[in-house]
Protein backbone atom coordinates (compact mmCIF):
# COMPACT_ATOMS: atom_id res chain seq x y z
CA UNK A 1 0.00 0.00 0.00
CA UNK A 2 1.10 3.57 -0.37
CA UNK A 3 2.10 5.46 2.53
CA UNK A 4 1.19 8.88 3.40
CA UNK A 5 3.90 10.92 4.87
CA UNK A 6 2.74 14.04 6.72
CA UNK A 7 5.31 16.64 8.09
CA UNK A 8 4.37 18.73 11.56
CA UNK A 9 6.20 21.50 11.64
CA UNK A 10 6.76 21.90 15.41
CA UNK A 11 6.09 24.98 17.08
CA UNK A 12 9.24 26.87 19.18
CA UNK A 13 8.10 28.01 22.43
CA UNK A 14 10.15 30.09 23.77
CA UNK A 15 9.07 33.55 22.78
CA UNK A 16 5.75 32.58 24.38
CA UNK A 17 7.05 30.55 27.62
CA UNK A 18 8.99 33.94 28.18
CA UNK A 19 6.00 35.88 27.27
CA UNK A 20 4.36 33.65 30.18
CA UNK A 21 7.47 33.97 32.36
CA UNK A 22 7.28 37.60 32.34
CA UNK A 23 3.51 37.79 33.02
CA UNK A 24 3.66 35.29 35.65
CA UNK A 25 6.27 37.55 37.57
CA UNK A 26 4.20 40.39 37.33
CA UNK A 27 1.14 38.59 38.70
CA UNK A 28 3.71 37.35 41.14
CA UNK A 29 4.42 40.98 42.34
CA UNK A 30 0.85 41.70 41.95
CA UNK A 31 0.16 40.19 44.89
CA UNK A 32 2.99 40.93 46.91
CA UNK A 33 1.46 44.41 46.24
CA UNK A 34 -1.46 43.41 47.37
CA UNK A 35 -0.10 42.07 50.86
CA UNK A 36 1.91 45.13 51.19
CA UNK A 37 -1.16 47.40 50.87
CA UNK A 38 -3.56 45.62 53.12
CA UNK A 39 -0.73 45.16 56.00
CA UNK A 40 -1.11 41.68 55.51
CA UNK A 41 2.97 41.35 55.52
CA UNK A 42 3.99 41.46 59.05
CA UNK A 43 7.23 39.35 59.36
CA UNK A 44 7.20 38.86 54.99
CA UNK A 45 7.82 35.57 55.56
CA UNK A 46 4.69 34.54 52.83
CA UNK A 47 6.05 37.98 50.32
CA UNK A 48 9.05 36.39 49.92
CA UNK A 49 7.66 32.91 49.49
CA UNK A 50 5.77 33.29 46.59
CA UNK A 51 6.11 31.63 43.19
CA UNK A 52 4.85 30.63 39.93
CA UNK A 53 5.14 27.39 38.26
CA UNK A 54 4.38 26.95 34.47
CA UNK A 55 4.09 23.90 33.20
CA UNK A 56 3.27 22.66 29.44
CA UNK A 57 0.21 20.36 28.61
CA UNK A 58 -1.19 18.59 25.66
CA UNK A 59 -3.59 21.53 25.76
CA UNK A 60 -1.06 24.73 26.24
CA UNK A 61 0.46 26.04 29.36
CA UNK A 62 -0.83 25.76 32.61
CA UNK A 63 0.49 28.83 35.26
CA UNK A 64 0.05 27.76 38.92
CA UNK A 65 0.64 30.30 41.96
CA UNK A 66 1.40 29.11 45.21
CA UNK A 67 4.39 29.65 47.77
CA UNK A 68 7.42 27.91 48.56
CA UNK A 69 9.17 27.41 51.68
CA UNK A 70 8.30 28.49 55.21
CA UNK A 71 4.89 30.14 53.34
CA UNK A 72 4.36 27.38 51.69
CA UNK A 73 2.84 26.21 55.35
CA UNK A 74 0.12 28.67 55.14
CA UNK A 75 -0.30 30.65 51.57
CA UNK A 76 -3.29 28.70 51.23
CA UNK A 77 -5.44 29.84 54.46
CA UNK A 78 -4.01 32.97 53.62
CA UNK A 79 -5.60 33.22 50.32
CA UNK A 80 -8.99 31.12 50.85
CA UNK A 81 -9.38 31.64 54.41
CA UNK A 82 -9.89 29.57 56.94
CA UNK A 83 -13.73 28.19 58.11
CA UNK A 84 -14.51 27.40 61.52
CA UNK A 85 -13.66 24.19 63.20
CA UNK A 86 -10.09 23.23 64.51
CA UNK A 87 -7.65 25.95 65.83
CA UNK A 88 -4.89 26.85 63.90
CA UNK A 89 -1.08 26.10 65.29
CA UNK A 90 -0.04 28.76 67.52
CA UNK A 91 3.13 29.09 66.98
CA UNK A 92 3.00 31.39 63.81
CA UNK A 93 0.51 33.24 65.62
CA UNK A 94 3.32 34.28 68.16
CA UNK A 95 5.52 34.71 65.45
CA UNK A 96 3.04 37.82 64.04
CA UNK A 97 2.15 39.14 67.77
CA UNK A 98 6.06 39.79 67.95
CA UNK A 99 6.65 41.01 64.35
CA UNK A 100 3.63 43.44 64.21
CA UNK A 101 4.04 44.00 66.87
CA UNK A 102 0.68 44.27 69.13
CA UNK A 103 0.41 46.20 72.34
CA UNK A 104 -0.85 43.43 74.83
CA UNK A 105 -3.86 44.82 77.61
CA UNK A 106 -4.36 43.01 80.78
CA UNK A 107 -8.12 41.93 80.45
CA UNK A 108 -8.68 42.41 83.94
CA UNK A 109 -7.21 45.86 84.20
CA UNK A 110 -7.00 47.09 80.52
CA UNK A 111 -3.36 47.95 81.27
CA UNK A 112 -1.13 47.42 78.66
CA UNK A 113 1.43 44.11 79.23
CA UNK A 114 5.14 43.82 78.25
CA UNK A 115 5.15 41.27 75.59
CA UNK A 116 6.89 38.33 77.40
CA UNK A 117 6.47 34.98 76.51
CA UNK A 118 3.59 34.30 78.72
CA UNK A 119 1.98 37.40 77.85
CA UNK A 120 2.81 36.62 73.93
CA UNK A 121 1.65 33.13 74.38
CA UNK A 122 -1.84 33.94 76.18
CA UNK A 123 -2.32 36.70 73.29
CA UNK A 124 -1.69 33.73 70.83
CA UNK A 125 -4.05 31.21 72.35
CA UNK A 126 -6.95 33.55 72.41
CA UNK A 127 -5.71 34.72 68.82
CA UNK A 128 -5.97 30.77 67.96
CA UNK A 129 -9.21 29.62 69.37
CA UNK A 130 -10.99 32.76 67.71
CA UNK A 131 -10.22 31.41 64.36
CA UNK A 132 -10.86 28.03 65.76
CA UNK A 133 -14.38 29.25 66.39
CA UNK A 134 -15.00 31.80 63.84
CA UNK A 135 -12.45 30.96 61.16
CA UNK A 136 -10.94 33.63 58.94
CA UNK A 137 -11.92 35.52 55.84
CA UNK A 138 -9.19 34.87 52.67
CA UNK A 139 -7.64 37.94 51.33
CA UNK A 140 -7.79 36.17 47.70
CA UNK A 141 -4.77 37.88 46.46
CA UNK A 142 -3.93 35.51 43.78
CA UNK A 143 -7.22 35.64 42.32
CA UNK A 144 -7.10 39.57 42.05
CA UNK A 145 -3.61 39.69 41.00
CA UNK A 146 -4.82 37.46 38.27
CA UNK A 147 -7.81 39.40 37.53
CA UNK A 148 -5.87 42.91 37.52
CA UNK A 149 -4.13 41.19 34.47
CA UNK A 150 -7.25 39.47 32.75
CA UNK A 151 -6.52 41.62 29.66
CA UNK A 152 -2.64 40.81 28.96
CA UNK A 153 -3.72 37.68 29.62
CA UNK A 154 -6.34 37.65 27.00
CA UNK A 155 -4.13 39.28 24.42
CA UNK A 156 -1.10 36.68 25.34
CA UNK A 157 -3.88 33.91 24.62
CA UNK A 158 -5.08 35.47 21.15
CA UNK A 159 -1.26 36.07 20.06
CA UNK A 160 -0.43 31.95 21.05
CA UNK A 161 -4.36 30.84 18.73
CA UNK A 162 -2.48 33.01 16.47
CA UNK A 163 1.21 31.84 16.13
CA UNK A 164 -0.10 28.32 16.62
CA UNK A 165 -2.38 28.40 13.51
CA UNK A 166 0.08 29.95 11.36
CA UNK A 167 2.94 27.04 12.07
CA UNK A 168 0.10 24.95 11.05
CA UNK A 169 1.42 23.03 8.12
CA UNK A 170 -0.56 20.77 5.10
CA UNK A 171 0.67 17.17 4.65
CA UNK A 172 3.63 16.80 2.43
CA UNK A 173 3.79 14.30 -0.41
Known amino acids: GAVVRQAVYLMQWDETRKALQALAAD ?98 FLIARKIGREGTQGKRIFERAVNNYRPEIEELTKAMAKDITSYVRSPLK
Open 27 to 124: IVDEARFLLDTEKGNATKTLRSSLRYWIKETKTGFRIAFGARGAGAKYVRWVEEGRGPGRRPPMEPIKQWIKAKPLKLRDLKTGRFQRPTDRNVHSAA
